[in-house]
Every structure is written in C-alpha cells, then in structure tokens.
C-alpha cells in the first residue's frame, strides 16, 4: 500500500501561483503513474493532471493546460503540481492519486484507474 500526504495548498489570489507537493510513504511511486484531481463543492472529482512513472509523460485536463504543470522526484518520492494564473475556478480541494505497481488503463483520467488517494489539500482562489 501507499500512503499519500498532499500539501501546500492555500488562499491565493487570481492570477497567483501555487505549488502543490504529494509525498508518498510506505511503498515507493518509480512504478506507478500518479495523478492530480480537485473536487469543489457539489461537484465531481475532476481530472486535472497525471504523470507516467519516469515522469517524462505527462498529461493535463484541456481547463488547466498551459497553467499547471506536473512534475515528479521518484529519489523524494513526491509529485508536484505548479498551479500558475490560478483562476477562481480552480478553487477545490485536490488529491493526488496513485495507481497500483506497474498498472495500465485504458483511461488514466478517470479516479476509477487510481487505488490510492491523499487526504486532499484546499486550494481556495480569490477574484
């Protein structure tokens, strides 16, 4: 199993950055793709970014393309996600997920393809 920790969310204002990190404990990330996804209010959890396991690949949600960018340390187990011209609707709060060890899916967007989940960081954006 893989124990998940997200941080360095916060309140910002639009326009403002932030810089997202996700440590792993427990089982190492090198073999798994790792994903970021935000839920606000009365919403569903959303697709924003995710990473394959040599964090050469990477992929991104068409609402953050161009402002997010993910990125990994597999030697610090962590993954990152640098939030520029952050827009108020990106006020949510966002998990970072990991896949199992060295699975493939069809659809990495989806949450379905991801067993492991943090406990979420706030990311609130002001207008």
């Known amino acids: 199993q893989v124990q998940l920790v997200e941080s360095g969310g916060g309140l910002v204002q639009a326009g403002g950055s932030l810089r997202l990190s996700c440590a792993a404990s427990g089982r190492t990330l090198s073999s798994r793709n790792v994903g970021w996804f935000r839920q606000a209010p009365g919403k569903e959890r959303e697709f924003v970014a995710r990473t394959s396991s040599s964090g050469m690949i990477t992929y991104y949600a068409d609402s953050v393309k161009g402002r997010f960018t993910i990125s990994r340390d597999n030697a610090k187990n962590t993954v990152y996600l640098q939030m520029n011209s952050l827009k108020p609707e990106d006020t949510a709060v966002y998990y970072c997920?990991?896949?199992?060890?060295?699975?493939?899916?069809?659809?990495?967007?989806?949450?379905?393809?991801?067993?492991?989940w943090g406990q979420g960081t706030q990311v609130t954006v002001s207008s």
């Open positions: 997920a990991a896949t199992p060890s060295g699975y493939y899916s069809g659809n990495y967007n989806s949450p379905t393809s991801y067993d492991y």
